[in-house]
């Protein structure tokens, strides 16, 4: 039995036992075997359902009844907790990655355009308005993303546009516009400031306020 067991084993699962390695070497001694056995028996039943069916009744035939029914609900549930990796997504499984905003143009409708340099610098700052405050008019030369973590921003654009991002917004600041940003509600606000601009050129421009 242990020959069969460890010739299935070896060929081609040796990656995906591994990472289990760390999770069953915390088990008592006289429980892996009974884990271990569950875990192969339906890694093997779900990763080859193009292969022959053969290698299954064999191990079904293998291991006890008391003992394939304790497996089997064993490994569902880790299968369940940790589903094997799908074709198609951009991580494996357990991560999962969520579009927040997707967008071609700025607060203000402008067309998104990258800076045409080869001294490209990306700096990122957490920016906090404690209540009552605000960023004071200004203009960035280069694009600029933010993410609000937490409070109520109001921004206002030239002209009188004014713009009220939550927790949980994403920013695509206006480009050479000039704007002010403020904090009208009772807690922090705290932005994570993305910057991608270029060596040399500030990422941020103070101007005097428009006229009224």
Known sequence: MIR????????SRFTLLMGMKTAIENILPEKRILISCGLLLNLEIHLSQQRSFAREQ????ILPKPLLR??????SIYLYLCPLPTQGNDYNSGVSANVLKKSTV???????VYPATDKAEVTATMVELAPCAETGWHAHPIP?????????LDVELEGGQ?????SGDVIIEAVNTLHNGRNQGFDTVRLAVFYTGVEGIPNVVKLTPPPP
């Not at 069969?4 to 060929?11: A, N, P």
């Not at 064999?58 to 035939?61: P, S």
């Not at 700025?106 to 998104?112: D, E, L, W």
């Not at 004014?162 to 939550?166: A, D, E, H, K, L």
Request: net charge positive; charged share 10%; hydrophobic share 50%.
């Open 106 to 112: 700025t607060a203000n409708g402008k067309k998104i």
């Open 70 to 75: 304790s497996v089997t609900v064993i490994a």
């Open 144 to 152: 600029v993303y933010a993410y609000v973590v937490a409070g109520t």
């Open 162 to 166: 004014v713009i009220s991002y939550q």
């Open 58 to 61: 064999t191990l079904m035939k």
């Open 4 to 11: 069969c067991l460890l010739g299935v084993i070896f060929r």
